[in-house]
T-cell receptor, first 110, second 115 residues
Framework: DADVTQTPRNRITKTGKRIMLECSQT?????MYWYRQDPGLGLRLIYY???????NKGEISDGYSVSRQAQAKFSLSLESAIPNQTALYFC?????????FGQGTRLTVV | AQKITQTQPGMFVQEKEAVTLDCTYD???????LFWYKQPSSGEMIFLIY??????QNATEGRYSLNFQKARKSANLVISASQLGDSAMYFC????????????FGKGNQVVVIP
């Protein structure tokens, strides 16, 4: 089983819908992150969390919210999806010497 | 703000040749970590190698090595003996205290290995 698991792997949703992307990890790391990837732009940080009570905005948090339900779980929500949120989304965890990614969620907003 | 720069255009590499991917970074911190990731066409992000700013020796992991030049703020990835499976996007990333320990990424380098 993967150390960092994202669900769903693929999702098509309509504009205006609320959608949640889920992430769970078995690595025991405190630090968790959500990134989005767009062609030519690399990975951009949406939100990050250093423990259950510590949530921080990244560089592109507008339109997104997160919940850290437990050390192992960090979910990303789009309250009202819009087409420019179509992207590949990654969850990651880290320790001091590495960051480990889920397999990604390909989200399409139509 | 953190800044990671990867400016090389897409690269074609002959199989079995070595390839160097450039990465420069900008930070005011003395303590930071540098990472390289591989993203094949399937999309997953694969961790390759890590270099700490206080590490005196360049990191190596199998065919991957990191040419760390601290004064130049450079952390180039060297892939030796390229294989067809090395065709992918490669991302450089940095984490530093100045950036609140966030992991920031460059825009990536595309590598295509040709037989």
């Amino acid at each position: 089983d993967a150390d960092v698991t994202q669900t769903p792997r693929n999702r098509i949703t309509k504009t205006g819908k609320r959608i949640m992307l889920e992430c769970s990890q078995t690595k025991g790391h405190d630090r968790m992150y959500w990134y989005r990837q767009d062609p030519g732009l690399g990975l951009r940080l949406i939100y990050y969390s250093f423990d259950v009570k510590d949530i921080n905005k990244g560089e592109i948090s507008d339109g997104y919210s997160v919940s850290r339900q437990a050390q192992a779980k960090f979910s990303l929500s789009l309250e009202s999806a819009i087409p420019n949120q179509t992207a590949l989304y990654f969850c990651a965890t880290s320790d001091p010497e590495g960051a480990f990614f889920g397999q990604g969620t390909r989200l399409t907003v139509v | 703000a953190q800044k990671i720069t990867q400016t090389q255009p897409g690269m074609f590499v002959q199989e079995k040749e070595a390839v160097t991917l450039d990465c420069t970074y900008d930070t005011s911190d003395q303590s930071y970590g540098l990472f390289w990731y591989k993203q094949p066409s399937s999309g997953e992000m694969i961790f390759l190698i890590y270099q700490g700013s206080y590490d005196e020796q360049n990191a190596t992991e199998g065919r991957y090595s990191l040419n760390f030049q601290k004064a130049r703020k450079s952390a180039n990835l060297v892939i030796s003996a390229s294989q067809l499976g090395d065709s992918a996007m490669y991302f450089c990333a940095m984490r530093d205290v100045y950036g609140n320990n966030r992991l920031a990424f460059g825009k990536g380098n595309q590598v295509v290995v040709i037989p």
